[in-house]
């Protein structure tokens, strides 16, 4: 029997009620048009403010509940409902909005819901995709382990290049000891170092010197085997580094931007009833 996911928990409940959400939403914004037209500080535009507004306080919470639940499978419906009902949130606060925007805080804290629901999709996206491509990408091996193995083929490959001439070691030894693997946020989002210095090496060593002797020849094939391998396992810790990174990267954005929302919100509010 196939498991329940955050999608379809419970036969799909929190996305059936989202859409109820939304479509009474959608019926009461068209039937009921107050005499001053569709705008926040209207009497609809108050009441879908005000469900709009319990409705982020109880997703941020999600956060809270989380961390204090984090790995008991005990939160997977409160995701789903999440997921769902922040979709629904970004329709129901425009329509509280009556789709007036201008250069004030009101627009300000709607921006910011956007960024924070953006945010969330590409966070959700993210541990849909990468922890199964981490598992393909490194099989039974782990980073630490590939780290070794790299270090194990730089020692060998130096060795060998030293027995061949000037400009396979110096490509040898470039790319030992020039290939980065994470150094900094950029290159860990990315997945790769520009220029590689082992792909260029790799590149370099598929053309075999002909003044190579015979028994230098035969070097040169392993020397050649180890830095293709080599060269592998500096892919494969590069992705691995690339998934981490993109799996915590979206909460610098996702978490600061909520804390940002809960502050325009207070102040939306406060403004309302202080100058309206």
């Known amino acids: 029997m196939q498991r329940s996911n955050i999608f379809d928990y419970k036969n799909y409940r929190y996305f059936k009620l989202a859409v109820i959400v939304i479509l009474i939403a959608f019926v009461a914004y068209l ?3 107050p005499a001053v037209g569709h705008y926040g500080g209207s009497w609809l535009g108050y009441g879908l403010g005000t ?3 319990l409705m982020v306080l109880w997703m941020a919470w999600y956060g ?3 961390r204090r639940y984090r790995g008991s499978g005990a939160t997977q419906g409160w995701l789903s409902a999440h997921i769902y009902l922040g979709t629904a949130l970004t ?3 425009t329509l509280h909005s009556g789709f007036h925007f201008g250069l004030n805080i009101h627009t300000l804290a709607y921006a910011i819901l956007l960024i924070v629901v953006i945010s969330g999709f590409f966070g959700n996206y993210t541990y849909m995709i990468y922890p199964r491509q981490m598992t393909e990408n490194m099989g039974e091996d782990n980073l630490d382990g590939l780290l070794l193995r790299i270090a194990e083929a730089d020692k060998l490959a130096r060795q060998i290049a030293l027995l061949m001439p000037d400009h396979i070691n110096n490509a040898v030894a ?7 693997i994470g150094i900094g946020l950029l290159e860990q989002l990315r997945g790769f170092q520009p220029n590689c210095p082992s792909a260029i090496a790799v590149q370099q060593l598929s053309v075999m010197d002909n003044t190579l002797s015979t028994e230098q020849r035969k070097l040169y094939r392993d020397l050649y085997s180890i830095m293709v391998r080599r060269e592998s396992l ?5 992705q691995d580094l690339m998934y981490r990174a993109r799996l915590g990267f979206w909460l610098y954005f996702h978490v600061p931007f909520t804390i940002a929302l809960l502050v325009a ?3 939306h509010v406060i403004a309302i009833f202080a100058y309206w």
Do not use: D
């Not at 470039?174 to 980065?180: H, I, Y």
């Open 31 to 33: 039937l009921f048009e």
């Open 51 to 53: 469900i709009s507004a």
């Open 64 to 66: 809270v509940r989380k």
């Open 91 to 93: 329709i129901m606060v």
């Open 174 to 180: 470039r790319a030992c000891g020039e290939t980065s």
């Open 234 to 238: 500096v892919k494969r810790a590069r």
């Open 265 to 267: 919100m207070l102040a």
